[in-house]
């Protein structure tokens, strides 16, 4: 509306204005038209008083004539804005009609939505004294509840002569082995699952490995006793009052054991490789025929030498044959001397060389890092060499003297984790461990003693026997299994699952063994009757 007022006084003032335009324009015209005439009238007004009064007339018929002109003109402009305001004015009226019609709307709008919230409200507080009386109700039921509860508990006591807690203990108990009988459902299902993948696996690949490696790895015993010729000889080596015995024990650092043993010399000592000069060096004395103590000291000079020689070329091809390049010489010379050493009747040699070959052969299969798996292998008894000189288990010393010659961290802990001593680290371990396994079970690889043999047995059997609920064990196999009886009424089918679980575990903390050892637990119920 204040537009439309805008526009109206915009209007009256352009036409006030022509109006005065036209005014000012005829008190102009006139009194020009007047001093004209005087001037003509002074100057000629007898001669042009006709031209005067043809001249006032043309000139008020032009001044009537402009100022018709002006007014139509100003007319015209005024009829113009005001049907352009008229217009304007109408535009405005439409806009301003249809903002009212969408407040209308919206009113009507937020009306009907006020009227539905208020519907809700009164809903939700009739809800809301429904869910209170619910409420009071449901606290009544639960207080009836727990009132007749208390009195069942009460009741179930004096029938059952438990008190709650032990009734709790007691379901407790049972839902325990209940979970104990679906646990062992679950993992035994596991373990078979995964035992059919895994040992088809790891049949293929240990059997590969073992395929490829053509290592002689059967047993040898080091030679302790020299045979003689004759009975005449053992005077001969023993010497005047016992002087070339004792030249040849100090030259070497042995023991020379001569009694009723027919035509034998036995030779005692810790060392291997100063037994085996000894024996070289009697071997040599008793072909030369020539038995005194200085024959004796130039003897064992010379294989001493021998010998030196010898095992520098066994570590040399050991380490040729291996693979391995890069080698600390003190390490070859170590490598050579377990030449002259064995373990259960195994050549250490022969025996690391095994490995080494088996370990870097499972690493391609693998996919681990095949020099690290054959160095470590090659190394992993090193301790061995030296195990009776120097203080402490031959994976100890093995560790210190990899470290001393620096080798690599990588092999160094195939050597420390090679009998399972420390956590592996590596894949590389693993696979040194592996083929130590390997290298030490296969069929005539080892001897061990009567005696050890037999209290090998014996512990494992011990060892079985302790458990709850065993009835009888049976070490079989040579201690390659054990066969354990249970008690059917003690032992149930899900629970001899964790019995093997648990016997297995204890005997690989507590025993040293080649190999593995299976343990298998039988459990058998009979019902016997009779017909009469």
Same mark, same amino acid.
């Given at each position: 509306m204040q537009n439309i007022a805008k526009i109206f006084s915009l209007s009256a003032f352009s036409l006030g204005t022509m109006l005065i335009t036209l005014v000012i324009t005829c008190v102009v015209v006139i009194p020009v038209t007047m001093l004209v005439m005087k001037y003509l009238a002074k100057n000629s007004f007898s001669k042009n008083k006709a031209q005067a009064e043809a001249i006032i007339k043309e000139a008020k018929a032009e001044a009537n004539n402009m100022k018709k002109e002006i007014v139509l003109e100003a007319k015209e402009e005024v009829h113009k804005l005001k049907s352009e305001c008229d217009e304007e004015v109408k535009e405005r009226r439409l806009e301003v009609q249809k903002a009212e +019609?969408?407040?209308?709307? *919206?009113?009507?709008?937020?009306?009907?939505?006020?009227?539905a919230l208020d519907k809700k409200m009164e809903n939700i507080e009739k809800i809301k004294e429904d869910l209170k #009386?619910?409420?009071?109700?449901?606290?009544?039921?639960?207080?009836?509840?727990?009132?007749?509860?208390?009195?069942?508990?009460?009741?179930?006591e004096r029938i059952s002569k438990l008190s709650k807690e032990e009734a709790k203990k007691e379901l407790i108990s049972r839902y325990e082995e209940e979970a104990k009988k679906d646990a062992a459902i679950i993992v035994r299902n596991i373990e078979e699952n995964a035992k059919e993948d895994a040992n088809k696996k790891a049949k293929e690949i240990l059997t590969l490995a073992i395929q490829k490696t053509a290592v002689d790895h059967t @047993?040898?015993?080091?030679?302790t006793s020299v045979n003689l010729p004759n009975e005449e000889i053992?005077? *001969?080596?023993?010497? *005047?009052?016992?002087?070339?015995? *004792?030249?040849?024990? +100090?030259?070497?650092?042995?023991?020379?054991?001569?009694?009723?043993?027919?035509?034998? #010399?036995?030779?005692?000592c810790f060392d291997p490789v100063r037994r085996e000069i000894a024996r070289l060096s009697l071997e040599k004395l008793?072909?030369?025929?020539? =038995?005194?103590?200085?024959?004796?000291?130039?003897?064992?000079?010379?294989?001493?030498?021998?010998?030196?020689?010898?095992?520098?070329?066994?570590?040399?091809?050991?380490?040729?044959?291996?693979? =391995?390049? &890069?080698?600390?010489?003190?390490? #070859?010379?170590?490598?050579?001397?377990?030449?002259?050493?064995?373990?259960? &009747?195994?050549?250490?040699?022969?025996?690391?060389?095994?490995? @080494?070959?088996?370990?870097?052969?499972?690493?391609?299969?693998?996919?681990?890092n095949e020099k690290i798996a054959r160095r470590g292998g090659l190394l992993h008894d090193i301790g061995k060499a030296v195990d009776h000189e120097v203080e402490g288990t031959h994976i100890s010393i093995g560790v210190e003297l990899a470290t001393k010659y620096k080798e690599s961290k990588e092999v160094i802990h195939c050597i420390a984790?090679?009998? &399972?001593?420390?956590?592996?680290?590596?894949?590389?371990?693993?696979?040194?461990?592996?083929?130590?396994?390997?290298? @030490?079970?296969?069929? &005539?690889?080892? !001897?061990?003693?009567?005696?050890?043999?037999?209290?090998?047995?014996?512990?494992?059997?011990?060892?079985? +026997? @302790?458990?709850?609920?065993?009835? !009888?064990?049976?070490?079989?196999?040579?201690?390659?299994?054990?066969? =354990?009886?249970?008690?059917?009424?003690?032992?149930?089918?899900?629970?001899?699952?964790?019995?093997? !679980?648990?016997?297995?575990?204890? #005997?690989?903390?507590?025993m040293e063994y080649p190999g593995q050892i299976k343990v298998n637990v039988i459990r058998e119920t009979r019902s016997v009757d009779y017909a009469k």
């Open positions: +019609n969408r407040i209308i709307q *919206r009113e009507d709008f937020l009306d009907t939505k006020e009227e #009386v619910r409420e009071d109700s449901i606290a009544r039921k639960i207080a009836e509840q727990d009132e007749i509860t208390a009195k069942m508990t009460v009741e179930l @047993s040898e015993v080091t030679v053992k005077g *001969r080596i023993i010497g *005047r009052e016992g002087r070339n015995i *004792r030249a040849l024990e +100090n030259a070497t650092g042995v023991d020379l054991i001569i009694d009723d043993t027919p035509e034998a #010399v036995v030779i005692s008793i072909l030369d025929g020539r =038995i005194h103590p200085a024959r004796i000291e130039e003897i064992v000079e010379k294989v001493t030498k021998d010998i030196e020689n010898t095992i520098k070329e066994e570590g040399e091809a050991a380490v040729f044959d291996a693979g =391995i390049h &890069g080698l600390h010489p003190e390490l #070859v010379k170590l490598l050579g001397r377990l030449k002259y050493r064995t373990s259960y &009747g195994q050549n250490c040699l022969k025996h690391s060389l095994e490995v @080494s070959y088996l370990a870097g052969l499972l690493a391609v299969e693998v996919g681990a984790a090679h009998h &399972g001593g420390v956590e592996f680290e590596s894949l590389e371990a693993i696979l040194v461990q592996v083929a130590d396994a390997i290298s @030490s079970s296969r069929p &005539g690889a080892r !001897k061990e003693s009567l005696e050890a043999y037999i209290k090998r047995l014996q512990q494992l059997e011990e060892i079985a +026997n @302790s458990f709850k609920g065993v009835e !009888k064990s049976f070490a079989i196999q040579a201690g390659r299994e054990i066969r =354990i009886i249970v008690k059917p009424e003690e032992i149930s089918d899900d629970a001899s699952l964790f019995l093997a !679980k648990d016997i297995a575990r204890k #005997v690989e903390k507590e």
